[in-house]
């Protein structure tokens, strides 16, 4: 399947806006978050699993399976990437430079938006 960056952000602003220090969040397979629904259940299975195969989320204890996913919190560097990316404008901004170079893999998506940032505060410097 063909990553779709706009889901991976999509993801992690939900986990933010939903998880607590008291709760975890179990995502089923057929049971995609109301705000998720514009992505169908393959697309949002599988960019959950690259989520944790990226280290931006923490996974319980419990063993995930293709069907059950359950997500202690963001990791610091879903955090880290998050608060890079969370800006509208720094995030069209990385996904407008990804497109110029031809890539939208998460590693290169990350060294951009933290590019972006830095960017703008050297700017603030000035």
């Known amino acids: 399947m063909k990553l779709n960056p706009d889901c991976i952000r999509d993801i992690l602003l939900w986990v933010e806006d939903v998880i607590t220090p008291r709760n975890s969040i179990v995502v089923y397979k057929n049971s995609i978050p109301e705000r998720l629904n514009k992505y169908s259940e393959d ?3 599988y960019h959950i699993r690259q989520c944790f195969y990226h ?3 923490v996974p319980t204890q419990m063993k995930l399976t293709s069907s059950l996913f359950q997500i202690k919190d ?8 998050l608060a890079n990316i969370r800006e509208n404008t720094n995030w069209n901004k990385t996904k407008k430079i990804a497109n110029t170079i031809g890539t939208n893999s998460l590693d290169a998506l990350k ?16």
């Open 74 to 81: 963001l990791s610091p560097e879903g955090h880290k990437f």
């Open 111 to 126: 060294d951009i938006a933290s590019n972006v940032i830095s960017e703008l505060i050297i700017k603030n410097f000035k």
């Open 55 to 57: 280290k931006f989320l």
């Open 43 to 45: 697309e949002f299975i």
